[in-house]
């Protein structure tokens, strides 16, 4: 069994928790729907390899039934999130999709939940923590 590396880096570092619960509460206050914003961070979860499929009570990117709005903010989280696979990471194809669906500070939102779930999977894997707050 593997165990955990360190405390939590949030922890650790004086200001740090605070600066990110303020990051997620603005995050939440953007306007986008709570629950496209799970979607979202789940899929990018998933893509780093610490989010379950299934996870949190809402359907897959697979499932049937999820609206265009939906799957451009999972297309905009799966491009954000595996930018090393590909000569143009975030094609403009994804990003047209997504901006219209969303405003400028709805898109504002969303990269930011997307690259903070980013930077919260890869601080989780380095120290093998189930969370870094």
Do not use: C, Y
Not at 71 to 97: G, K
């Amino acid at each position: 069994m593997r165990t955990e590396r360190m405390p939590s880096p949030a922890d650790l570092v004086p200001g740090a928790a605070e600066a990110l619960a303020a990051l997620e509460a603005a995050i939440a206050g953007a306007g986008v729907d709570s629950g496209l914003l799970a979607l979202s961070r789940r899929r990018a979860s998933q893509i780093n390899g610490t989010g379950s499929p299934e996870s949190g009570g809402r359907p897959s990117e697979s499932a049937a039934g999820l609206g265009d709005e939906e799957r451009a903010a999972l297309a905009l989280s799966e491009a954000v999130t595996r930018i090393a696979d590909q000569d143009d990471p975030v094609p403009d194809r994804v990003w047209d999709r997504a901006a219209t669906h969303f405003d400028q500070k709805e898109l504002a939102a969303l990269l930011l939940a997307i690259a903070l779930t980013n930077a919260i999977d890869r601080l989780a894997t380095a120290t093998r923590r189930t969370s870094v707050n």
